[in-house]
């Protein structure tokens, strides 16, 4: 069994910043890929940020520059730093490792997302 918990949504205005946590429990062998995606109200689920277990990041072309994503395996943690934020990030944020258990096999997890609301 894998354990996902993300927190750090909340509401913040227009220009500030938050950091986004996804703590993960279990057994786990291996963290490969982390994705960060959101949707907001009426729109499809769409890929913020990925990182991979060697580091490479990549970003949608509407946070690059303000976005940043990391990990710590160590920690079994990854985040998502965002800031400059925008009253159009306002979205549900879903954090997406792909993980390796003990057994052996690979499993795509899905988190049950946490909140951030941009408004003044």
């Known amino acids: 069994q894998v354990q996902l918990a993300e927190s750090g949504g909340g509401l913040v205005q227009p220009g500030g910043s938050l950091t986004l946590s996804c703590a993960t429990s279990g057994s786990i062998s291996t963290i490969g890929t982390v994705a960060w995606h959101r949707q907001a109200p009426g729109k499809q689920r769409e890929l913020v940020a990925r990182i991979t277990s060697d580091g490479l990041t990549t970003y949608a072309d509407t946070v690059s520059g303000r976005f940043t994503i990391s990990r710590d395996d160590a920690e079994k943690t990854a985040y998502l730093q965002m800031d400059s934020l925008k009253v159009a990030d306002t979205a549900v944020y879903f954090c997406?490792?792909?993980?390796?258990?003990?057994?052996?096999?690979?499993?795509?997890?899905w988190g049950q997302g946490t909140q951030v609301t941009v408004a003044s």
């Open positions: 997406n490792p792909n993980i390796k258990s003990y057994s052996g096999s690979w499993g795509s997890y």
